[in-house]
């Protein structure tokens, strides 16, 4: 047969990047056929956007006192009568702009948001592997305190921790580290549902084969469990952690709106909301309605990409 006749070898498939293989992946097909998943998405990243870039994007830097100017205040949304289009949202009591507080308030919340989860995760799966691969003793102690954490809201428990720390802390540092003790109350107040599901994921995993196989060749527990274990039980951590952004930023915007906050000199959302309760009877609405708006579509956001994430990542729903 000549080499014209010949029929050509198979041309073998390259392999595949990991960008390639995530838009081949069931996660991502669930997630492009979800119209309203995508929704979210758009809404979650604009919104991280222009808080993260708000000095770029916000028309004014509304806690600039050169660039305020009282003669500006109270004005109202530039749609209706008396209305500046500089302001489209109005402004407030002390002429800032309500477009752009709501831009650097949303940096706080999201900062603290993050801060929080990432440090409750840090918390909540340390103890989870431990007490699911030492199990015994340890594991009842750890558990124990979690069943009683669960039984106390987490607004009452961030409530606690923050008050207790302001009462440790002297008055003139109470601003200064207002922030880092909001972070520690939210994150202590919801590291337990981290401990409880990555306890119940590695008592599974501390009795498969290559756990058995890792400890046979006497590798040392604290590297069996975060360079093998780990990996295995972050899946379901995801998830939680999504989920739990939404709501360390509505326990955040509760304490600000409590007043136990982040101080009045760089509000969130929450002080910002707080703000503008005073003037919502005398007829400025636009003070705290425009950022109750911004919380509620963010919360609402990020709860929607928790719940598909959920759902996209549970083998029993494909």
């Given at each position: 047969m000549s080499d014209a006749a010949r029929p050509s070898p198979a041309r073998e498939t390259e392999p595949k990047t990991a960008i390639g293989r995530f838009f081949d992946s069931d996660l991502w097909w669930s997630f492009s056929h979800s119209p309203l998943v995508i929704i979210a998405a758009i809404v979650t990243v604009v919104m991280?956007?222009?808080?993260?870039?708000?000095?770029?994007?916000?028309?004014?830097?509304?806690?600039?006192?050169?660039?305020?100017?009282?003669?500006?205040?109270?004005?109202?949304?530039?749609?209706?009568?008396?209305?500046?289009?500089?302001?489209i949202f109005g402004t407030d009591d002390q002429g800032r702009d309500i477009f752009s507080t709501i831009l650097y308030g949303a940096r706080i919340s999201l900062l603290v948001g993050f801060l929080s989860v990432i440090l409750a995760m840090l918390i909540g799966v340390t103890v989870g592997l431990i007490a699911g691969y030492t199990g015994g003793l340890t594991d009842t102690i750890l558990m124990r305190i979690a069943d009683v954490q669960?039984?106390?809201?987490?607004?009452?428990?961030?409530?606690?921790?923050?008050?207790?720390?302001?009462?440790l802390l002297p008055p003139e540092m109470h601003e200064e580290v207002a922030i880092y003790v909001l972070?520690?109350?939210?994150?202590?107040?919801?590291?337990?549902?981290?401990?409880?599901?990555?306890?119940?994921?590695?008592?599974?995993?501390?009795?498969?084969e290559y756990v058995q196989?890792?400890?046979?060749?006497?590798?040392p527990a604290p590297l069996i469990l975060f360079r093998h274990i780990l990996p295995n039980v972050m899946g379901p951590v995801l998830v939680i952690a999504t989920i739990q952004?939404?709501?360390?930023?509505?326990?955040?915007?509760?304490?600000?709106?409590?007043?136990?906050?982040?101080?009045?000199?760089?509000?969130?959302?929450?002080?910002?909301?707080?703000?503008?309760?005073?003037?919502?009877?005398?007829?400025?609405?636009?003070?705290?309605?425009?950022?109750?708006?911004?919380?509620?579509?963010?919360?609402?956001?990020v709860n929607l990409l928790g719940d598909w994430l959920r759902d996209a990542l549970n083998p029993k729903l494909r």
């Amino acid at each position: 047969m000549s080499d014209a006749a010949r029929p050509s070898p198979a041309r073998e498939t390259e392999p595949k990047t990991a960008i390639g293989r995530f838009f081949d992946s069931d996660l991502w097909w669930s997630f492009s056929h979800s119209p309203l998943v995508i929704i979210a998405a758009i809404v979650t990243v604009v919104m991280i956007f222009s808080a993260v870039f708000a000095p770029l994007v916000a028309p004014c830097n509304p806690f600039d006192l050169a660039q305020l100017d009282l003669m500006d205040s109270l004005k109202p949304p530039a749609w209706l009568e008396g209305g500046d289009p500089r302001y489209i949202f109005g402004t407030d009591d002390q002429g800032r702009d309500i477009f752009s507080t709501i831009l650097y308030g949303a940096r706080i919340s999201l900062l603290v948001g993050f801060l929080s989860v990432i440090l409750a995760m840090l918390i909540g799966v340390t103890v989870g592997l431990i007490a699911g691969y030492t199990g015994g003793l340890t594991d009842t102690i750890l558990m124990r305190i979690a069943d009683v954490q669960l039984t106390f809201p987490a607004i009452l428990i961030a409530l606690l921790v923050d008050g207790v720390m302001r009462g440790l802390l002297p008055p003139e540092m109470h601003e200064e580290v207002a922030i880092y003790v909001l972070v520690l109350a939210i994150a202590l107040s919801s590291w337990v549902q981290y401990a409880r599901t990555v306890r119940s994921s590695a008592l599974v995993e501390r009795t498969k084969e290559y756990v058995q196989a890792a400890q046979v060749i006497g590798l040392p527990a604290p590297l069996i469990l975060f360079r093998h274990i780990l990996p295995n039980v972050m899946g379901p951590v995801l998830v939680i952690a999504t989920i739990q952004l939404a709501l360390a930023i509505i326990i955040e915007a509760t304490l600000s709106f409590l007043g136990v906050g982040v101080p009045p000199t760089s509000p969130s959302l929450g002080t910002l909301i707080r703000i503008g309760n005073d003037y919502l009877f005398s007829g400025e609405w636009w003070i705290t309605v425009f950022p109750g708006l911004a919380l509620i579509i963010l919360v609402l956001a990020v709860n929607l990409l928790g719940d598909w994430l959920r759902d996209a990542l549970n083998p029993k729903l494909r």
